[in-house]
């Protein structure tokens, strides 16, 4: 599902650099197929707990966990490792 927002701002460097953070963290936590929940909370906190520029890049930073990580777990690509498993 795309969401089109045709009034969106293009990303600042800093944003991008965030962005590229973002995707760094995604990419470690599933390098072995699964995402824990520890993982799951860095990923969480690195979208909601830092001081965003723009809602625009609010919306860049989810879509970009959507596109990694929900629609691997979804398509069973990817599992979500439960605590106490």
């Known amino acids: 599902m795309e969401i089109d927002r045709p009034n969106a701002q293009e990303a600042t460097a800093q944003e991008l650099q965030q962005l590229e953070r973002l995707k760094n963290i995604i990419e470690r936590a599933m390098a072995d197929g699964k995402i824990t929940s520890d993982e799951y909370q860095k990923i969480k906190s690195e979208i909601y707990d830092h001081g965003k520029t723009s809602a625009d890049q609010f919306y860049r930073e989810i879509?970009?966990?959507?596109?990694?990580?929900?629609?691997?777990?979804?398509k069973g690509e990817l599992e979500y490792e439960a605590p106490g498993m």
Not at 63 to 74: A, I, T
């Open 63 to 74: 879509e970009l966990y959507r596109s990694l990580v929900q629609e691997k777990l979804e």
